[in-house]
């Protein structure tokens, strides 16, 4: 399967403990995005990476968040000192603009859940 | 300023009826349009997507959506719905500013009655 992938697909913490996420993105894609998905809610932009550079930031993205993509290729979010707050779906997608209209392929998404 | 704004959060219709999803968009610049479905417990399917280039569009499991510019809308229909279309669907609309703004709307839940 070529598509994107996020590990780990659920993560249950304890308030103040720090959690990371990885995304995979399709081998060809350039540019790799963080959505973040509460119940009842349409995703969020959180953050864009084209290649291993960090281009956008949302508001959204509070400095208890980090996100990387060292090298262009795998991507992943970091949430340090976790609130009750950031309980939600993490979501990560994937484009290149190189087949025309810059889509977005989304991954399954990967749960948290703070205690 | 750009918004998504989906004019229904749930709709309801029997199997084998026309299904409408209503979404308007507003934005300053030429906009990218697209309608995503998200099934539970799975992950966002691209359904369809407008690029400026035909203003009806065709996706995947007989949807369809047309652009509207005079009206900034981006309305999904089907002809006949199928039990299986029972899901979340998301218009979002991107924005190539320079950066990529996506903006998702609030979803409309598709109930499918047997």
């Known amino acids: 399967d070529t598509g994107v992938s996020q590990n780990p697909r659920h993560k249950i913490t304890k308030r103040g403990q720090n959690v990371t996420f990885r995304c995979d993105p399709i081998?060809?894609?350039?540019?790799l995005y963080w959505y973040r998905q509460t119940l009842g809610q349409g995703p969020e932009f959180l953050t864009y990476?084209?290649?291993?550079?960090?281009?956008?930031k949302s508001r959204l993205l509070s400095d208890r968040f980090s996100a990387e993509r060292p090298k262009g290729s795998f991507s992943t979010l970091e949430i340090q000192r976790t609130e009750q707050g950031d309980s939600a779906m993490y979501l990560c997608?994937?484009?290149?603009?190189?087949?025309?209209?810059?889509?977005?392929?989304f991954g399954p998404g990967t749960r948290l859940t703070v205690l | 300023a750009q918004s998504v704004t989906q004019l229904d959060s749930h709709v309801s219709v029997s199997e084998g009826t026309p299904v409408l999803l209503r979404c308007n968009y507003s934005?300053?610049?030429?906009?990218?349009l697209f309608w995503y479905v998200q099934h539970p417990n799975k992950g966002l399917q691209l359904l369809l997507k407008?690029?400026?280039?035909?203003?009806l569009v065709k996706g995947i499991n007989g949807f369809e959506a047309e652009f509207k510019k005079s009206e900034t809308s981006f309305h999904l229909t089907k002809p006949s719905a199928h039990m299986s279309d029972a899901a979340e669907y998301f218009c979002?609309?991107?924005?190539?500013?320079?950066?990529?703004?996506?903006?998702f709307g609030a979803g409309t839940r598709l109930f499918v009655k047997a």
């Open positions: 997608a994937s484009s290149t603009a190189l087949a025309g209209v810059d889509t977005q392929y």
């Open positions: 081998s060809e894609h350039n540019r």
């Open positions: 990476f084209q290649n291993e550079a960090q281009l956008e």
């Open positions: 934005s300053s610049y030429s906009p990218s």
């Open positions: 407008y690029t400026s280039a035909a203003t």
């Open positions: 979002v609309v991107r924005i190539n500013t320079g950066g990529f703004k996506t903006i």
